[in-house]
């Protein structure tokens, strides 16, 4: 319940944050965030399910991270067309105070992360949002330095590539589990 908390309230500050500064990097992040929390939600809700159900909830997350991809692709595309430069110290300390919240998640779910398809994708999605924590810290520090709106693009760009191979890697996991799996 902490680590869905936390991404409820990661993902209202970042969302507020993407808007306000008009980053890209910070988008894909607040839609991560609301991604976890729906996980996780999801998650809660198959703890003493069977095999098959719980691998069900892992295709669904992973459909959620590849809607994740497609949010990002699309916002990547708008920006290219209409192109900023976003507000480099709101990108900053949105990140910062992102990138703490999810270490603290990651923190949380590490016992977990060898468990069931479940709970394995749940620590997969927590270490997915340290690494776009400093991505997007990189992308502000970027953004600062030469003036300019493209090293936010590029983060955004890394991060839809990293949401890509997470979908893939959870959809792999939960297939199997759902092949092997009980009814």
Request: proline residues 2%.
């Amino acid at each position: 319940m902490i680590v869905l908390a936390i991404n409820l309230a990661t993902f209202t500050m970042m969302l507020a944050a993407a808007i306000y500064s008009g980053s890209s990097s910070l988008l894909s992040g607040g839609l991560d965030n609301l991604g976890d929390a729906l996980t996780y939600l999801l998650s809660l809700a198959v703890v003493g399910a069977s095999d098959r159900a719980k691998a069900r909830v892992a295709l669904f997350k992973g459909a959620l991270i590849l809607g994740a991809a497609l949010a990002v692709a699309i916002q990547i595309g708008w920006r290219l067309l209409h192109p900023g430069v976003p507000i480099f110290e709101a990108i900053g300390i949105a990140a910062l105070l992102n990138l703490v919240a999810n270490a603290a998640c990651l923190r949380l779910l590490l016992p977990y992360r060898k468990g069931d398809v479940n709970m394995a994708s749940a620590w997969e999605c927590s270490r997915n949002d340290v690494f776009e924590g400093v991505a997007v810290l990189a992308a502000a520090a970027g953004v600062g330095f030469f003036g300019a709106g493209w090293p936010d693009l590029l983060v955004a760009s890394a991060l839809l590539l990293m949401f890509l191979r997470s979908a893939w890697r959870v959809f792999r996991m939960a297939w199997r589990s759902y092949v092997s799996g009980d009814n």
